[in-house]
């Protein structure tokens, strides 16, 4: 069954600071990976996709990165801003299909 | 581009009772998906067509519920007789998916319908 894992799973910090957030997963066979934000209540949001080809991928102050060896992405947030407070969450596509599987987030908090 | 949209947004309902939930996903794409989401978990997968047909189905999605793309442009589902443990928000997201586009098929997701079931 394939896994994905985001760490940390609540993170609080005060405005400015750079953040990285963690998605593992345990297929290395995928394809593409997306970063989604999810305000409370709220639908999705999609931040970036990465292909199975590429490394990185940038959008303004969002970097995400990755490393299909050691099933792992990161999203690098930079000067964090209290609009940035929501939930991150990264999904990837599943077995040859394009249903994808969640992991369970990271709530983000940044304060003034 | 208006981005996929679902309706309605929030929906009470007694238990027993039927409910269908209508996704418009953005006009040019062929495929659309359906996920389920429960407080504090990522989204499921139900299920998703490309254009008309639906190609797969999780096994969350029981007898009770249905879902349809008829013209191969919105989608409706359908849950019988709801249950209480029904109460999620559905998700509703559309790509302009095909496998030649598998590494590029980025999925936009709509607003949300909330069911409470009572």
């Known amino acids: 069954k394939q896994e994905v894992t985001q760490i940390p799973a609540a993170l609080s910090v005060p405005e400015g600071e750079n953040l990285v957030l963690n998605c593992s997963f345990t297929d290395s066979a995928i394809y593409n990976l997306q970063w989604f934000r999810q305000d409370p209540g709220k639908g999705l949001t999609s931040l970036l996709l990465?292909?199975?080809?590429?490394r990185e991928q940038t959008s303004g102050r969002l970097n995400a990165s990755l490393d299909k060896s050691s099933g792992r992405s990161t999203l690098y947030i930079a000067a964090s801003q209290p609009g940035d407070s929501a939930t991150y969450l990264c999904a990837f596509p599943a077995n040859n299909t394009d249903k994808l599987i969640f992991g369970t987030g990271t709530r983000l908090q940044v304060f003034p | 581009d208006t981005g996929v949209s679902q309706d309605p947004r929030h929906k009470i309902t007694k238990r027993g009772q039927n409910v269908t939930f209508r996704c418009d996903p953005i006009s040019e794409h062929n495929r659309l998906y359906w996920y389920r989401q429960t407080l504090g978990q990522g989204p499921e997968f139900l299920t998703y067509?490309?254009?008309?047909?639906?190609?797969?189905k999780s096994r969350l999605l029981s007898d009770r519920f249905s879902a349809e793309r008829p013209k191969g442009s919105f989608s409706t589902l359908e849950i019988q007789r709801t249950e209480q443990g029904d109460s999620a928000m559905y998700l509703c997201?559309?790509?302009?998916?095909?496998?030649?586009?598998?590494?590029?098929?980025?999925?936009?997701f709509g607003p949300g319908t909330r069911l409470t079931v009572l």
């Open positions: 067509f490309q254009n008309e047909a639906q190609l797969e």
């Open positions: 990465i292909q199975s080809s590429q």
């Open positions: 997201a559309s790509s302009s998916g095909g496998f030649g586009r598998r590494g590029r098929n980025e999925q936009f």
